[in-house]
C-alpha cells in the first residue's frame, strides 16, 4: 500500500516536494516558454501562490551540479519528455534571504 501524498504547506523547496512524497502541481511546461522570453522576468502573483517553489524548480532543472538527478526529479513530469537545450546547463549561484534578519531583529 502506497503511502498517502502530503501538502506541502510552507514547503517551498521543489527536491523535498519531490522525495518526500508531496502534491505538486506540473508547471514544467512553462520553462520553454520562458525560456524565449527576453531576458528579464517579472513574476507578479499573490501570497501562497506558488513563486518560490517555481522558481526552487527552475533552479534544479537549470542547475549543472543536478544533471545526474533529471529523472529522479523530472522523469515523470512534462519537461522529462521534453527537455530543453538549457537543461541542466547553468552554474546556479543561489541566495536565501528568508532566514536573514531585518532592522530591529
Known amino acids: 500500500m502506497s503511502q498517502?501524498?502530503?501538502?506541502?504547506y510552507g514547503i517551498s523547496d521543489f527536491k523535498r516536494m519531490r522525495n518526500d512524497?508531496?502534491?505538486?502541481?506540473?508547471?514544467?511546461?512553462?520553462?520553454?516558454?520562458?525560456?524565449k522570453m527576453p531576458s528579464?522576468?517579472?513574476?507578479?502573483r499573490?501570497?501562497?501562490f506558488g513563486k518560490s517553489v517555481f522558481l526552487s524548480m527552475m533552479r534544479t532543472y537549470y542547475d549543472i551540479l543536478?544533471?545526474?538527478n533529471f529523472d529522479r526529479?523530472?522523469?515523470d513530469l512534462w519537461i522529462g519528455n521534453h527537455?530543453?537545450?538549457?537543461?541542466?546547463?547553468y552554474q546556479v549561484l543561489y541566495f536565501d534571504f528568508s532566514k536573514a534578519g531585518g532592522a530591529g531583529s
Open 40 to 44: 528579464y522576468l517579472f513574476l507578479i
Open 21 to 35: 512524497n508531496f502534491y505538486f502541481v506540473d508547471k514544467t511546461m512553462y520553462l520553454p516558454l520562458i525560456e
Open 83 to 89: 527537455p530543453t537545450k538549457e537543461k541542466n546547463k
Open 66 to 68: 543536478e544533471r545526474a
Open 4 to 8: 498517502a501524498k502530503g501538502i506541502p
Open 46 to 48: 499573490p501570497r501562497r
Open 73 to 75: 526529479y523530472f522523469g
